[in-house]
């Protein structure tokens, strides 16, 4: 008598009570990352490659593509484009496939906001954040759902983000993330057949040099300090390298029974903006 679990690359393992657990990590695995040269990209990146999974990813930036990938022990494919054009990502999800001999998994990581607040943004705003977050997410994963499916399964992780399940401005960013929230649910249940799962990471607010809130660190101590009593329960915001290992199990084996969940991983934060509720 033994159970019998159904990992990610679509083979079925016997499970003994007492065996071995056989966990390999991510090593071996094919992991497409979009927006992997800074901040949560990258520490994904860095942390696949160096458990041994070959990896790809892509960034506008060529010199960003090229210092990341000259500072890696391992072969990085990268290619310069905008997520936001749909052919160049698709043709870049082929290219991989086609260079590793298959897909395993895949991260919507690049991400952003576009515009202000609500009555100094107007609609082209709302269509970039729109498309920067959900659109590439969208188009990602469904470029590569025939390599996954190809590979027997796979895994799909989207970056959503604290602001995707909890109200503050700025709220085109918000509605954004909440619906990479739905769009990992409902393609769990759509691609569950073909063995590919479809999670959804919600970072809380982290410190990525130069970008929201280090600059109001460096620029503004007291009101990050007040951000930090009022909303970081733990003291301190969660690091990109700890949301990193979380993104890395979901890409394992050993999350075979997680798909269509929500993981927040923001160290039990409040609101996700100094404004509060
Ligand atoms: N930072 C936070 O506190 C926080 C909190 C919760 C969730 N998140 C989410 O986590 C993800 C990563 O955020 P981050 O702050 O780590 O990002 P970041 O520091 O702004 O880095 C973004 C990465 O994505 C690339 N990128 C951005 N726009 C792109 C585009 N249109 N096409 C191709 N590549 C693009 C950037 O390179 P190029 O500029 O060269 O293109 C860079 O490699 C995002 O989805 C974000 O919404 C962030």
Known sequence: MFDRVRNVSG????????????????RGKRVLVTGGTRGLGEQIVRLLAAEGARVATCARGAGDLAALAASLDSPLFTRALDVTEPERLEEFVAAMANRFGGLDGVVACAGGSRGGRFEETDAEDWAATWEV????????VRAAVPHLRAAGGGSVVVISSISGWKPGPPVQYGVAKSAQIQLAASLARELGPDGIRVNAVSPGSMLIPGRRWDRMRREDSEAYAGFVATELPSGAPVAPEEVARVVAFLLSDWSSGISGAHLPVDRAQNAPSPDGY
């Not at 083979?11 to 991510?26: A, E, F, K, L």
């Not at 977050?133 to 990602?140: I, K, T, W």
Request: charged share 15%; net charge positive; no cysteine.
């Open 11 to 26: 083979s079925r393992t016997p499970v003994r009570p007492g065996d071995p657990t056989g966990w390999s990590g991510v």
């Open 133 to 140: 977050n959900v659109g590439h997410a969208a188009r990602l």
